[in-house]
């Protein structure tokens, strides 16, 4: 596609639920990034993916947090037992392998 | 890691002023990035900046890696300019092509 595609926008979900979150890179993309920000901080890394495997997994919070990328294309994100501090806006990237990073318009995950 | 630090942390502007941002970073770097954020939360490439500089419209960029620290300059700034900036690295010795981003400037263009 033309730009980083993320679903859903909006996921609001009860304390203790099941979450994926889904993203589409930029077609042709080797490398894909997932980040979470929280209300007035930067972006926080997660994981970054080249191909499909993943290269850095360092900055996933706990074993709640997993993420695949099967066919090197289109990576889920994924959420067990959801707790409120999960709540962020989760933000997804993709580059060509040259450096450039272009993030797609997020999915913004509310707990309750 | 690497450590990335902006400023200011706030500025407002009348429209049509001029303004300096500033990133400064403590080790070396593979890659620097500058986004807007707007306020719908979309994060827009504005630079890729690993040295060196560059200009696009009102926009330009300075980045000197010896020094460790990039400057984004804003001419003439408009209500639509108004969001946060962030700056954006990649750890040379890392390991990692992962960026780290600033806390960002927030910026208000008032009419």
Redesign the interface.
């Known amino acids: 596609g033309a730009g980083v595609s993320q679903t859903p926008s909006n996921k609001v979900t009860e304390k203790g639920k099941y979450v994926e979150l889904r993203c589409d890179p930029i077609s042709g993309h080797t490398a894909l990034y997932w980040y979470r920000q929280s209300l007035g901080q930067g972006p926080e890394f997660l994981i970054y993916f080249q191909g499909t495997g993943a290269a850095d997994d360092s900055g996933l919070p706990n074993d709640r947090f997993f993420a695949v990328r099967p066919e090197g294309s289109v990576s889920t994100l994924k959420i067990q037992r959801t707790e409120r501090g999960d709540s962020a806006v989760y933000l997804c990237a993709s580059s060509s392998g040259i450096g450039e990073l272009f993030f797609g318009e997020g999915s913004r995950l509310t707990v309750l | 890691g690497i450590q990335v630090e902006q400023s200011p942390p706030d500025l407002i502007l009348q429209e049509g002023a001029n303004s300096t941002l500033r990133c400064n970073f403590s080790d070396s770097v593979?890659?620097l990035?500058w986004?807007h954020q707007n306020p719908?939360?979309?994060?827009i490439?504005l630079f890729?900046i690993?040295s060196g500089t560059k200009q696009n419209g009102r926009l330009s960029a300075t980045t000197v890696a010896t020094e460790r620290y990039s400057l984004l300059y804003i001419s003439s700034s408009q209500t639509t300019d108004s969001g946060v900036y962030?700056c954006?690295v990649?750890e040379a010795q890392g390991g990692?092509?992962?960026?780290?981003?600033?806390?960002?400037t927030k910026l208000t263009v008032n009419p």
Request: glycine content about 14%.
């Open positions: 593979n890659n990035q986004f719908w939360g979309q994060l490439n890729y690993p962030f954006a990649e990692s092509e992962k960026l780290v981003f600033g806390k960002g």
